[in-house]
């Protein structure tokens, strides 16, 4: 199951047992953490079919879905998911940058009108 928490913009994916009941009131095996960055590859397995790699900066996962159609919709949510939190990164290095510049203007102006005496 695919996650994003808006509230804090993770994204992750959290794994079940395999025919578990009621998944969603369980809780999961375990949880992969999708930070900016992963990159989503086709893997081509002459044992496995539909097998995609998640490659974070520490580790990769590999993982297979049911039909050739799954895997497409895996790849695709995961990477416009990549694209997203990449363009997250970029608006919030865009504000902290646009709040620097305003403190460093206003710093330029208090400056002046000190050095003006007014």
Request: glycine letters at 4%; hydrophobic letters at 40%.
């Amino acid at each position: 199951m695919f996650k994003h928490i808006l509230s804090s913009n993770i994204r992750s994916l959290e794994f079940y047992a395999a025919g578990a009941k009621n998944w969603r009131k369980s809780e999961p095996k375990g949880v992969l953490a999708l930070y900016p960055g992963y990159e989503i590859v086709k893997v081509h397995e002459p044992k496995r079919h539909f097998v995609f790699e998640i490659k974070t900066v520490d580790h990769t996962y590999r993982l297979a879905a049911h039909s050739e159609d799954e895997l497409n919709q895996w790849i695709l949510v995961l990477e416009r998911e990549s694209i997203g939190q990449y363009f997250d990164c970029l608006l919030l290095y865009s504000v902290i940058l646009t709040i620097l510049m305003k403190k460093r203007l206003d710093n330029l102006v208090n400056y002046c009108l000190v050095e003006q005496g007014v």
